[in-house]
């Protein structure tokens, strides 16, 4: 074996043990629930591609425009190739983790779409992300999108109102949509700042779950009942479940005729 022979078994090994990497972390990317910076290996791959392929145009000009011009080829097909990973990673590999709930909107009612209609769970908090007031519950896509699909049952899981505002919330729902049951946790001894759905389809668990930072940002967190945490998630919706306490007829009652009355 002479020295090209090895070297060109060294480079196709090298392309390959490339090739795994990137392949690798883009696995990486795609499951993680954290934020990361993996997406910046692929960046800084395509950049180096090109920076090396300029400066073989700047250095090796008369070869690479060689009567064969299968240099000159291989030179542009690296700095296409290239940007055509550049704008991959862009579009596919760099996740969003922060949104606001006018970002959640659509990816929230689009899971919703194809549940089976039996049930669906919610975990709410105060419900504050259907709007402040019933003029704003009007106009919200999530609510009025709830509504819609008919659901046979919507438990929801929050927390008990303390305040006009959330009795209000709390009567528009149990008046328009009498299928929707409440219960109410306990966030001062066990504060979940969990919110999302769980849903069945065709018999099937799935959820998307999202953790509250602060009033109006929320935190992507897990969606396949498949992994550990996931399932976690469900297990957790049973156990508070069970333990929270509904609302009486009394209170339901009285946020129903405080929103009647507003």
């Known amino acids: 074996m002479d020295i090209n022979t090895c070297t060109t078994i060294l480079l196709a090994l090298t392309t390959l043990n490339i090739g795994a990497i990137l392949g690798a972390f883009r696995n990486k990317i795609i499951i993680s629930t954290d934020k ?22 700047i250095f090796y000009s008369k070869e690479l425009f060689s009567p064969n011009w299968s240099g000159l080829i291989i030179v542009f097909t690296g700095i296409i190739s290239s940007i055509i990973l550049i704008l991959f990673t862009k579009k596919h590999l760099v996740k969003k983790f922060i949104y606001s709930i006018e970002e959640l909107n659509p990816i929230i009612n689009n899971f919703t779409t194809n549940a089976d209609k039996n049930n669906i769970r919610l975990f709410g908090g105060d419900l504050n992300f259907f709007g402040n007031s019933p003029n704003d519950m009007d106009n919200n896509s999530q609510y009025s999108y709830l509504k819609f699909l008919n659901f046979r049952k919507i438990l929801i899981l929050c927390e008990e109102p303390k305040d006009i505002n959330t009795r209000l919330r709390y009567g528009k729902i149990l008046s328009e949509i009498p299928i929707a049951e409440l219960k109410y946790y306990h966030p001062q001894q066990a504060d979940l700042r969990v919110r999302g759905r769980i849903k069945e389809v065709n018999g099937v668990v799935k959820l998307l779950m999202y953790t509250k930072i602060n009033n109006g940002k929320y935190k992507a967190i897990e969606t396949d009942t498949a992994n550990s945490n996931g399932a976690l998630y469900g297990n957790i919706w049973d156990l508070v479940w069970s333990l929270a306490i509904g609302p009486s007829s009394t209170q339901i009652q009285s946020c129903k005729d405080l929103f009647q009355k507003g």
Do not use: D, E, K, Q
């Open 36 to 57: 990361n910076n993996f997406h910046l290996f692929f960046y800084g791959f395509a950049i180096f591609v090109i920076l090396t392929s300029m400066l073989c145009i």
